[in-house]
């Protein structure tokens, strides 16, 4: 079985700092890739040139390895090159599959060009656009040269957007209270061999030291270790296998790229809606579900039940605009109505942020709250109010009123 390979995976975090892994050194180790992602280049290469012929060579980037990766070269006249990448037709594109198997666009924002080690030529310069570096080089006089040149580019790739649950961390992972010292395969392979005496050899690489270590593989796997997997999936926050299935139970509503970690928050969110709708609870989901996003929260409930929030609609005492009717005269008020005031991380994208509030933030207050009770969202100058609430026509909520 692959996933007991070495007798050491799936990996389990425990153990001290110096013998083993605890939570708290894989989620640094994951924050340090995220770190490393963020800040690192987008690509590097070498290249030379001689009259209308560039070289490529040494190109590593993150749309991969190697020179059907690099990008293609133009000449524009003596040590004067553009490159651009170009699909296999020759058309230009700025987007690659990363290694999660995502289609990523980048945009060029930086480029550093020098001489190669041993050249000629004194002074190189690269100048950027969204899709291009053009590279120019020139001797000690400044007239243009054909020589080699080192070139690294740096571009957004989304690379804010890279967290630490892409890498497998989370800061809820705890220390393994089960496998955290010992795996299970360890512990049983020291029982088997116990068991069969001082007649069959211990020693590694022999053919029992070998079977002994398959029928320890083979009754973790079957035995404890799947016994722990049945209760971890048990409930969403820490199920794996099942966590589609804890999805489709509680109807959380999934964008076709969500990363499971991100799942996994969303359902357990959802999970957890068990306390009612009072002011803690409400605070404490939309913080598990926004994380950063989320700034505050207020209600909006007028003074006194006769001093009702404006505005305030109904039949013979305040009758309204017609259009908000449904017959019979309008009736609606803004009291009881949530404020969520959020803001876009920098870690976010546009899409990823109108995702969280537009949609996972309403299905869960929509589930949460009670009917009578309405809610919206909107960053710190304001709430955006739909045209279906308080406002015909839609409009910007500010913290007096509209």
């Avoid at 990523?104 to 004194?122: H, K, L, Q, Y």
């Avoid at 207050?365 to 009917?371: K, N, Q, S």
Wanted: charged share 20%.
């Amino acid at each position: 079985m692959f996933g007991a390979l070495g007798g050491v995976l799936p990996l389990r975090l425990g153990g001290t700092a110096e013998n083993g892994l605890s939570a708290a050194q894989h989620a640094r180790y994951c924050a340090d890739l995220v770190a490393c992602f963020r800040s690192g280049s987008f690509a590097k290469w070498s290249y030379t040139k001689s009259g209308a012929t560039v070289t490529i060579s040494g190109y590593g980037g993150r749309n991969g390895t190697g020179a059907t990766h690099a990008p293609a070269a133009e000449v524009n006249g003596t040590g004067d090159v553009t490159f651009r990448w170009v699909d296999s037709g020759g058309a230009p594109y700025n987007v690659y599959e990363d290694e999660l198997g995502a289609q990523i666009p980048f945009v060029i924002r930086a480029a550093d060009a020098g001489p190669m080690s041993g050249s000629t030529a004194a002074a190189a310069t690269a100048e950027v656009t969204a899709r291009t570096v053009r590279v120019r080089t020139f001797d000690a006089v400044g007239a243009a040269l054909d020589t080699g040149v080192n070139v690294e580019i740096w571009g957004d790739s989304q690379a804010p957007g890279r967290a630490i649950g892409d890498y497998g961390g989370d800061l809820e992972k705890e220390d393994s209270s089960t496998e955290g010292v010992l795996p299970y395969a360890a512990a049983i392979l020291l029982d088997l061999q116990k068991r069969r005496g001082s007649a069959y050899t211990k020693n590694a690489g022999t053919l029992v030291d070998a079977e002994n270590v398959a029928l320890a593989r083979l009754l973790s796997a079957t035995g404890p270790r799947q016994a722990e997997k049945l209760r971890a999936n048990a409930t969403p926050r820490r199920a794996d296998e099942k966590l589609d299935w804890w999805r489709r139970v509680l109807a959380v509503p999934v964008r076709p790229d969500e990363p499971r970690w991100r799942l996994r928050q969303k359902v357990a969110t959802h999970y957890k809606l068990t306390d009612g709708p009072t002011l803690d609870a409400v605070r404490t989901a939309l913080t598990d579900l926004l994380g950063d996003a989320f700034v505050d929260l207020s209600w909006d409930e007028g003074a006194t039940l006769s001093a009702p929030p404006d505005p305030t609609y109904w039949p013979g005492v305040n009758p309204g605009n017609p259009a908000d009717s449904l017959g019979g005269g309008a009736w609606l008020s803004t009291r009881c109505h949530l404020f969520v005031e959020v803001v876009q991380p920098a870690t976010m994208s546009l899409g990823q942020f109108l995702t969280l509030v537009n949609v996972d933030m309403k299905t869960m207050l929509d589930r949460m709250l009670p009917a009578w009770a309405t809610f919206d969202w909107g960053f710190s100058g304001g709430f955006l109010v739909s045209a279906d609430e308080t406002d015909p026509d839609g409009g910007l909520v500010d913290f007096t009123g509209l």
